[in-house]
């Protein structure tokens, strides 16, 4: 495990009971009945003697004074001096921010962005900078609505610069407010929000709520095009970025890094800003998710058992929109500023610190209950390709050092799988699900026949301009996603889902988990070594 | 004779109409339709011969009048009572196979000189399908005097009589006519066509497919289809289709390929663009409606499937400038379309053999079991069949 992070001025953490480490609970006769998140619901487990199960580490302590700490670390950056004395008055000034895909869940008023903006405005409007846009660094994502900048920003931010066109977000498909800065010494064009390369000082406010989120990452690709990200999120490269959650075996990060570096030196300043949480996730009464199941008190058990009854009864849209009001008690753990590279490995190892689990070996067959959210479908509905990118992209390359399952072997995901789509937010996934996976599953073939096609969509590009669409391509990037864990494992199958739309995927539908198991021997033979991550709350594997 | 004889009965009409609503095709056993033991048909006349059918296909326009839902349009223009078929392969007396070209025309009604559609090679345009010394009747099938194919015997005029190559089997022979009808379709497609949608994927619209792959003269670029069954699109791909999805896929999937605009937020009101040319093989309103959404403007749809009595917005095609053509049957290609110049039953033999249509022909039932049949070919796509035929070969009387 990495060092934690050493203590900075300001940085007073809340005090109370140490939080247990996240370990590893070897299956006995003994043991309850397991937790699955399975989309808007949950099903409880038995999973069989000898199997593992890896928990997460309870939630870290949260910053006494988070306001104070976010002030600490503009006054006193790393490797780059104090914000004041980099801002002037007549200085162009862009604060770019994360997007609606962090944190997860959405967390509660005041978010941290709101809280770091509001420090830094204070500090440009202490030193009279007046030529100030905020932008929402999303890349290909969807746009944000009015709300969600609200929530964001806040309120104060948002009715100060939103109504002059001050507060806005970044449109990936604008060759008018794009500039091509460079190329990287692989021939990689780097282009960036014109505004932000113009900028006397880029401020970048980060939500880094897993270890793949932050340094260069976050201007490289957050505020940059189709013609840019093509060259990192692509089949090759996240076939070669065991995982993409550690920067150190990624060839995603190396390429956001060498454009990084194009960046730097094109004379592009950006003042980093990082901030972690702690894995607090659910408020209550759903706060029962994140306690090991043999610690439910009579209540949770009482919770548990209303929430699956209630849910049982309510329609697809009622139980979407109870889930996706969830807001998240999840606070500040840290927060750094300064130079992107020094900033990033503190944070770093702050993510670390909350979410690394040692875990010795890996499994024949690795099980996972999938929940209501991903990064993509925030106040949106989990559709299939989500499902898959959630399951195969993002909580199976949640390991450092070796994926949990072996080579060859099966994974399980528990999720509905619906054949279900949002309209507005995902036009194009809607013919990627019915025309190319229809055709085939394979990432290299995808790529090869089919992106160019969809990212020069003259309606995906309308609708992700002018509506909340995600951009045309972002489905082939999903699908890319799941790319690593496609080549590494023997067979998918999904608990629970909607089989058609399971197949189409490419995977394998079962009804119930004893199902699901009895299957996967078909490909790792009898008796498989089964491992169940429990997550959320969210952890990565340290396999050793 | 043994034959399936359609009756005028309004209260076995009633009754067709009420079962075939309940489940398409079973109007077969409460409706007017009878296996009954007739005469032998006979046209006194010149030209006239005797056909055994040997297999007999049963299509849409067959289901619909089993189950009493056909339009009234076709009233003055069949006699009663017929024994319906008209998809026939049969044995003429001196044992030469025939593919039989149903429609009644000037010719085979005695009337010289002809009409000049029949003149100019169009027969199924004929002006004269009520005159002449036949009764009434638009095809043999539907006239009382020639009988039909779903019989041990109808009688035909040597005009409708197409010699069956000895390499081509009865299976493959007895697609020949549906695929006549396909290739009138298919043949209303402009030279320079680019995306031309298919609608539907039973038999007419497979068969539209292959044309639209196979025919001589400019095919179109992109053929897009919609079959609703999985097996309807396996046939669909192997036939030369170029993007196969279910009927509720296709306006996206118009979209994608003419990489059109669309009206709607994600979702799709209609297209702004779309196919240059819409085949709609089915006839119904949703298909009708459902053309008129992902035709470009200015482009054409043409009907292959019999559509009846539907209620569909038109202002799509007026706005747009949309052409509508129906397509009816068989006669010379005269467009310049693919086959141009040429007999459409001369391409369809082509045709069933270069694409291997044979292989559409997915069950076939004695006439005692007509039920079973009529209810099979009623729920072919469903099934995993397509086309669904009456096997004569082994009928005792026909033999003897």
């Known amino acids: ?544 | 004779m043994k034959a399936l004889r359609f009756e005028r009965s309004l209260p076995r009409f009633a009754a067709a109409r009420v079962a075939g609503a309940l489940a398409p095709g079973r109007g077969a056993r409460p409706g007017p339709l009878r296996l009954a033991d007739i005469d032998p048909p006979f046209v006194d006349a010149p030209g006239w011969v005797r056909v055994r059918p040997r297999l007999a296909g049963i299509c849409g326009s067959d289901l619909a009048t089993v189950d009493a839902t056909s339009s009234r349009w076709f009233e003055p223009v069949v006699s009663f009572p017929f024994v319906p078929g008209h998809e026939v392969v049969g044995d003429l007396d001196d044992g030469t196979r025939v593919v039989l070209q149903p429609v009644l025309g000037c010719a085979a009604r005695g009337i010289d000189p002809p009409c000049d559609r029949c003149a100019g090679g169009q027969v199924g345009q004929c002006l004269n399908i009520t005159f002449g010394h036949l009764e009434p009747g638009l095809q043999t099938g539907y006239c009382t005097d020639t009988g039909g194919g779903w019989s041990i015997a109808l009688t035909a005029h040597h005009s409708q009589l197409h010699r069956v190559p000895d390499d081509l089997d009865d299976e493959a022979a007895v697609l020949v006519e549906p695929t006549a009808c396909a290739i009138r379709g298919a043949g209303k497609v402009p030279a320079g066509a680019g995306v031309v949608a298919v609608i539907g994927a039973g038999t007419l619209g497979l068969a539209t497919i292959a044309a639209l792959r196979h025919l001589p003269g400019e095919l179109p670029t992109t053929v897009v289809a919609a079959a609703k069954h999985p097996e309807q699109r396996s046939f669909a791909r192997s036939l030369g289709a170029d993007l196969v999805v279910e009927p509720d896929e296709l306006a996206r999937a118009v979209r994608r390929t003419t990489g059109s605009m669309a009206v709607g937020d994600g979702s799709i009101d209609r297209l702004a663009g779309g196919a240059d040319v819409t085949i709609d093989c089915v006839g119904s309103e949703a298909t009708l409606a459902q053309a008129l959404a992902v035709t470009a403007p200015g482009g054409r749809i043409v009907l292959v499937g019999m559509p009846g009595q539907v209620d569909v917005d038109l202002t799509p095609l007026w706005q747009r400038e949309l052409e509508l053509v129906g397509a009816y049957a068989y006669g010379t290609e005269r467009h310049d379309g693919p086959g141009a110049g040429r007999p459409t039953f001369e391409l369809a033999f082509d045709l069933v053999r270069a694409a291997g249509l044979g292989r559409l022909l997915s069950a076939t039932y004695p006439l005692d079991r007509y039920a079973d049949a009529i209810a099979h070919a009623a729920e072919a796509g469903r099934r995993g069949a397509v086309k669904i035929a009456f096997d004569l070969r082994n009928e005792r009387e026909r033999n003897r």
């Open chain 1, 1 to 544: 495990m990495s060092p934690p992070a050493p203590r900075r001025p300001g940085h007073e953490v809340v005090q109370g009971r140490a939080p247990r480490p996240g370990f590893v609970l070897e299956v006995d006769r003994s043991t309850p009945s397991t937790l699955f998140h399975h989309g808007e619901g949950f099903r409880l487990e038995r999973l069989p003697v000898g199997s593992r199960i890896v928990y997460p580490s309870e939630a870290v302590p949260v910053l006494r004074h988070p306001e104070e700490a976010i002030r600490q670390a503009l006054l006193q950056p790393v490797g780059q001096d104090p914000l004041p004395a980099q801002l002037f008055p007549g200085m162009k000034l862009t604060i770019a921010f994360d997007d609606v895909s962090l944190p997860l869940p959405k967390m509660r008023r005041p978010d941290i962005r709101q809280r770091v903006i509001e420090a830094v405005l204070d500090l440009a409007a202490e030193a009279g900078v007046d030529d100030v846009h905020l932008i929402a660094a999303l890349a290909l994502h969807r746009r944000m609505t009015e709300a969600e900048l609200r929530h964001a920003v806040g309120d104060r931010v948002y009715d100060a610069f939103a109504p002059h066109g001050l507060l806005y977000n970044h449109d990936a498909e604008d060759p008018d407010n794009l500039t091509l800065v460079g190329h990287t010494e692989l021939g990689e064009e780097v282009e960036i929000n014109k505004r932000a390369a113009e900028s006397d000082l880029l401020v970048y406010v980060n939500i880094n709520l897993v270890s793949m989120d932050g340094g260069h990452k976050s201007t490289a690709t957050g505020l940059s095009s189709y013609r840019s990200l093509r060259h990192h999120h692509n089949v090759k490269t996240m076939q070669h970025s065991r995982s993409f959650m550690d920067q150190h075996r990624s060839e995603l990060h190396s390429s956001n890094w060498r454009m990084g570096k194009v960046l730097r030196d094109a004379g592009l300043k950006v003042f980093q800003i990082e901030t972690t949480l702690n894995n607090d996730t659910f408020p209550k009464p759903f706060d029962f998710l994140q306690k090991r199941e043999w610690e439910w008190s009579a209540r949770d058990r009482m919770a548990f058992v209303a929430a699956t009854s209630g849910l049982d009864r309510m329609s697809n849209r009622m139980k979407r929109n109870l889930f996706q009001s969830i807001e998240a008690p999840h606070d500040m753990t840290g927060v750094v500023a300064g130079e992107i590279e020094a900033v990033h490995a503190i944070t770093t190892a702050k993510v670390f610190e909350q979410q690394l689990v040692p875990v010795s070996g890996q499994a024949d067959v690795v099980t996972m209950g999938l929940p209501y959210i991903s990064p993509y479908n925030v106040h949106s509905i989990m559709n299939p390709i989500l499902v898959a990118c959630l399951g195969l992209g993002y909580f199976f390359n949640m390991y450092r050092g070796k994926p949990l399952v072996r080579e060859g072997g099966v994974v399980i995901l528990s999720h509905p799988t619906p054949w279900e789509f949002h309209p507005v937010h995902h036009p194009s996934y809607i013919d990627f699900f019915e025309q190319v996976l229809a055709d085939t599953t394979d990432p290299v073939e995808i790529e090869k026949r089919y992106e160019a096609s969809f990212a020069e969509d003259e309606w995906y590009r309308h609708l992700y301009r002018t509506s909340y669409a995600y951009h045309g391509v972002h489905p082939f990037y999903m699908w890319y996603w799941c790319a690593h864990a496609l080549q590494h494992v023997g067979a998918v199958i999904i608990v629970g889902g909607d089989p058609r739309a399971v197949r189409r995927l490419g995977f394998r539908p079962a009804s119930t988990l004893p199902d699901a198991l009895e299957m996967a021997e078909d490909t790792v033979g009898r008796d498989p070594s089964i491992t169940h991550t429990h997550a959320p709350p969210l952890y990565m594997a340290d396999v050793s």
